[in-house]
């Protein structure tokens, strides 16, 4: 089983940068595709980034191409975020996943965090 815990999370104003880190442990960590969502309030929860170990291969979702970049370390069991050009609009509670397979719906990743805020203010 794996276990995530998400941190990185806070307020920052309209166009500014922010990164967020995942840390993740269990016996298959290193092997997991690992993954971002999103969730604001009232709204489904929003694929945001994923990528496979290494991070040879990775996607993104529509809202943030160009704007945000996911990366891994797998030495140090860490995900991370990197999120540029922030607007109002992405404004969510982040959070990381963990799957055997890179996916970009939730059904693809039974590991969960308990998701950080992000908030961005004009």
């Known amino acids: 089983q794996v276990q995530l815990v998400e941190s990185g999370g806070g307020l920052v104003q309209a166009g500014g940068s922010l990164r967020l880190s995942c840390a993740f442990s269990?016996?298959?960590?290193?092997?997991?595709?690992t993954a971002w969502f999103r969730e604001a309030p009232g709204k489904e929860r929003e694929f945001v980034a994923a990528?496979?170990?290494?991070?040879?291969?990775?996607s993104y979702g529509d809202s943030v191409k160009g704007r945000f970049t996911i990366s891994r370390d797998d030495v140090k069991d860490m995900v991370y975020l990197q999120m540029n050009s922030l607007n109002v609009e992405d404004t969510a509670v982040y959070y990381c996943?963990?799957?055997?397979?890179?996916?970009?719906?939730?059904?693809?990743?039974?590991?969960w965090g308990q998701g950080t805020q992000v908030t961005v203010f004009a």
């Open positions: 269990g016996r298959a960590d290193r092997t997991y595709a």
């Open positions: 996943a963990a799957g055997p397979v890179v996916g970009m719906t939730r059904i693809y990743y039974g590991n």
């Open positions: 990528c496979n170990r290494g991070a040879t291969t990775s």
